[in-house]
């Protein structure tokens, strides 16, 4: 096993650093930094950009050469990525290439690439080309950075994040519906942040209907918009719905009323919004279809889900949901609609267990973050 110094230590920590620019920037494409060295001198850095533009290792080297660093001095360098060098053409050429005309002395990564396209290939090349290649340095916190793009390559499914806004005994709406604002405005900004860095937002149907929200993002800044994703089984959205306002949303239906189903999907093809049936035997949408779906031919790697306590509890019940963000206000509602539709159970080993894994002030509410066991 490779003996890593501190100095290797520093750099793959600014690397990750670097990935972590690319948060709300690269999908579908992984977050991956770079930074190259020569001795101890950081000589470039760089972050992968949006789909279609320059990785992580290109950006990099440009920002070195932008420096003066020359080619010469590249192959006497050692560079620190975040994730295996890609070694496939796909819409942009590989980086393997690029470095093995280099030739730099080092490669650092950080954790191989799960994408079978790659998944040690790029090592290969580079050792093949008498570059010395170390592998596994902070590989799990690499992997923190990418769990959708981790579970897309191995499994064809997006990383699922369900975000619940609730009072303290778990009321997410009054019995009228009525659920704005339980949470502050510290809670909502933070929830923006983990709507930016997703592919797509999820909701239903009801909640349309019920609050009528944009599902984008404004409380940070961002240059691209997560897909608005609507769960609708018979089509009773309003086209005048705001999460229908521009093209960058699709709803998923089940089997509605073939001229129904045909005139919304005139309707909304006029304004570059698709409408795809994934139905289940039941009339409903199949949710685990829905997903594979999003993943194998939209390309998704993280969905970001904000609906009402009945979707909410079919996803739950159907093991659709990795993690769950849920901020807690301060206060007691009494009666009203839960965060999710389960039960009645019998026993309480019946019950769906969660491993919190962060809980944290935000304004005046609470986050939790957990997984399920």
Same mark, same amino acid.
């Given at each position: 096993?490779?003996?890593?110094?501190?100095?290797?230590?520093?750099?793959?920590?600014?690397?990750?650093?670097?990935?972590?620019?690319?948060?709300?920037?690269?999908?579908?494409?992984?977050? *991956?930094?770079?930074?190259?060295?020569?001795?101890?001198?950081?000589?470039?850095?760089?972050?992968?950009?949006?789909?279609?533009?320059?990785?992580?290792?290109?950006?990099?080297?440009?920002?070195?050469?932008? $420096?003066?660093?020359?080619?010469?001095?590249?192959?006497?360098?050692?560079?620190?990525?975040?994730?295996?060098?890609?070694?496939?053409?796909?819409?942009?050429?590989?980086?393997?290439?690029?470095?093995?005309?280099?030739?730099?002395?080092?490669?650092?990564?950080?954790?191989?690439?799960?994408?079978?396209?790659?998944?040690?290939?790029?090592?290969?090349?580079?050792?093949?080309?008498?570059?010395?290649?170390?592998?596994?340095?902070?590989?799990?916190?690499?992997?923190?950075?990418?769990?959708?793009?981790?579970?897309?390559?191995?499994?064809?499914?997006?990383?699922?994040?369900?975000?619940?806004?609730?009072?303290?005994?778990?009321?997410?709406?009054?019995?009228?519906?009525?659920?704005?604002?339980?949470?502050?405005?510290?809670?909502?900004?933070?929830?923006?942040?983990?709507?930016?860095?997703?592919?797509? +937002?999820?909701?239903?149907?009801?909640?349309?209907?019920?609050?009528?929200?944009?599902?984008?993002?404004?409380?940070?800044?961002?240059?691209?918009?997560?897909?608005?994703?609507? *769960?609708?089984?018979?089509?009773?959205?309003? &086209?005048?719905?705001?999460?229908?306002?521009?093209?960058?949303?699709? !709803?998923?239906?089940?089997?509605?009323?073939?001229?129904?189903?045909?005139?919304?999907?005139?309707?909304?093809?006029?304004?570059?919004?698709?409408?795809?049936?994934?139905?289940?035997?039941?009339?409903?949408?199949? &949710?685990?279809? $829905?997903?594979?779906?999003?993943?194998?031919?939209?390309?998704?790697?993280?969905?970001? *889900?904000?609906?009402?306590?009945?979707?909410?509890?079919? &996803?739950?019940?159907?093991?659709?949901?990795?993690? $769950?963000? +849920?901020?807690?206000?301060?206060?007691?509602?009494?009666?009203?609609?839960?965060?999710?539709?389960?039960?009645?159970?019998?026993?309480?080993?019946?019950?769906?267990?969660?491993? +919190?894994?962060?809980?944290?002030?935000?304004?005046?509410? !609470?986050? !939790?973050?957990?997984?399920?066991?």
């Amino acid at each position: 096993m490779t003996q890593f110094s501190s100095f290797d230590r520093q750099m793959m920590a600014l690397a990750l650093e670097e990935a972590n620019k690319a948060l709300y920037l690269s999908n579908p494409n992984p977050r *991956v930094g770079c930074v190259i060295t020569k001795g101890e001198q950081i000589v470039g850095q760089g972050f992968t950009q949006q789909v279609g533009s320059q990785h992580a290792e290109i950006e990099a080297i440009a920002n070195a050469r932008r $420096l003066g660093t020359s080619d010469a001095d590249l192959a006497a360098s050692t560079f620190y990525v975040t994730l295996e060098p890609c070694s496939h053409t796909g819409r942009t050429p590989p980086c393997c290439d690029v470095l093995t005309q280099l030739s730099p002395k080092r490669v650092v990564i950080a954790m191989q690439d799960p994408n079978p396209k790659v998944s040690g290939r790029g090592i290969a090349s580079l050792e093949k080309h008498g570059i010395e290649v170390d592998l596994g340095l902070m590989a799990h916190e690499a992997a923190l950075l990418n769990p959708g793009f981790i579970k897309r390559m191995t499994l064809g499914l997006p990383y699922v994040r369900m975000k619940i806004a609730s009072s303290l005994d778990g009321r997410t709406a009054l019995p009228n519906g009525k659920s704005q604002w339980i949470t502050g405005p510290a809670a909502r900004a933070d929830g923006h942040h983990w709507r930016a860095q997703a592919c797509a +937002i999820l909701s239903g149907v009801g909640t349309v209907k019920e609050d009528d929200p944009a599902l984008s993002v404004r409380e940070v800044s961002t240059s691209r918009q997560p897909l608005r994703v609507i *769960v609708d089984s018979q089509l009773e959205i309003s &086209l005048g719905a705001k999460v229908l306002s521009d093209a960058n949303a699709i !709803i998923i239906c089940a089997n509605p009323e073939p001229n129904h189903l045909k005139r919304i999907q005139k309707e909304l093809a006029a304004r570059g919004i698709e409408v795809v049936q994934i139905p289940n035997t039941k009339g409903k949408v199949d &949710l685990s279809k $829905l997903f594979a779906y999003l993943a194998t031919e939209r390309e998704m790697n993280e969905v970001h *889900v904000e609906s009402g306590y009945k979707l909410n509890g079919s &996803l739950i019940r159907e093991g659709c949901v990795d993690e $769950l963000l +849920i901020y807690q206000a301060p206060c007691f509602l009494g009666e009203g609609l839960g965060m999710v539709n389960i039960g009645p159970l019998q026993e309480l080993s019946q019950r769906d267990s969660w491993r +919190i894994i962060e809980h944290t002030l935000i304004g005046d509410d !609470i986050r !939790i973050r957990a997984l399920r066991r």
